[in-house]
């Protein structure tokens, strides 16, 4: 049976635990509140942006294969290569990941999502972002299949320099998708592919853009001239896009970390209760058995006299 002594060092360290808990679930929650509001000021506006660069490139590739076709050439819209960036490789997955831990299983959906698309339509090179990403990458078997190129980035917004490197190592890409997890509401996350460079590349987004297709087929009217507006597209919008899927995926870590936390602190303070019982109980018993032994004592000097 334990004694009071032991109960009271469980509880100690259970309570020492919670307070560290609930430490991270409040620098969770301050991160959470400010990522929060960077992203979902941005996301509708760039989602738009997004979705102009596709109508402005799709139209570029029509324009480009109707004059193809005039000189007697038979090239499809999505046969077009278009970039007005100096890419000299084709496409890039990038899979960001996390460098620490307590993210709950975002990283791991979030792989599982990537390495079904990686299995299905390969390409030319992966990006891997962050220490839990590269072990996922290592002992999987998918670095036989596609060489991958590992990159460093703080769980935090502001590793600048870092974030510099993998968008200059990605723009020599003339196709780059990001995998990463998309915030819905705190209890939902959702794993997610997306190009940042105006392109539809899945089936599944294909499926989704159904109904705006239309609009990505209509004809427009480009002033000065659709180079000029394609080119600002693809030499400064890439970056803003990659950008914001960076932030993206940073507000659903800390919205999982911060949920996670919460059960975490729940279960523990759960442990503490019931510590506490087992406590309050046990020096109940220990009492009772001392008063037993008083008792006892009292009656046996009463007995003999």
């Known amino acids: ?40 000021t941005t996301r509708g506006y760039l989602d738009e942006i997004n979705f102009i660069y596709r109508q402005v490139k799709n139209n570029y590739k029509k324009l480009l294969a109707t004059n193809t076709q005039s000189l007697g050439k038979k090239n499809s819209v999505s046969q077009v290569d278009v970039t007005f960036r100096p890419s000299t490789k084709g496409t890039v997955y990038v899979f960001l990941s996390a460098n620490g831990g307590l993210f709950g299983d975002v990283v791991v959906r979030n792989f599982a999502n990537f390495k079904n698309y990686l299995s299905r339509i390969p390409a030319d090179e992966v990006v891997v972002v962050g220490t839990v990403g590269q072990r996922l990458y290592e002992y999987s078997n998918l670095k036989e299949k596609c060489p991958y190129q590992f990159f460093n980035l703080s769980d935090s917004s502001s590793d600048r320099d870092n974030l510099e490197k993998i968008l200059r190592y990605c723009l020599d890409f003339k196709t ?31 499926s989704s853009f159904d109904s705006e297709q239309p609009l990505l087929d209509r004809d427009y009217l480009f002033e000065p001239n ?31 970390r911060m949920v996670e936390l919460d059960t975490a602190s729940q279960k523990i303070k759960e442990n503490m209760k019931k510590y506490q019982l087992d406590y309050q109980r046990i020096k109940h018993i220990e009492s009772n058995r001392k008063a037993s032994v008083q008792i006892s004592g009292a009656m046996n000097l009463f007995w003999y006299d």
């Open 1 to 40: 049976m334990q004694n009071t002594k032991l109960v009271r060092k469980k509880l100690k360290d259970v309570t020492a635990l919670n307070d560290l808990v609930s430490s991270l679930e409040e620098l969770s929650a301050m991160r959470y509140r400010k990522t929060k509001g960077n992203v979902l």
């Open 176 to 206: 780059i998708v990001i995998f990463y997890t998309r915030y819905i509401e705190i209890l939902n996350q959702k794993p997610v592919a997306d190009s940042v460079t105006g392109d539809i590349v899945f089936e599944e987004a294909m």
């Open 226 to 256: 659709i180079e000029q507006v394609l080119g600002l597209f693809e030499n400064q919008m890439v970056n803003t896009l990659f950008e914001q899927k960076i932030l993206e995926s940073g507000l659903s870590k800390f919205t999982s």
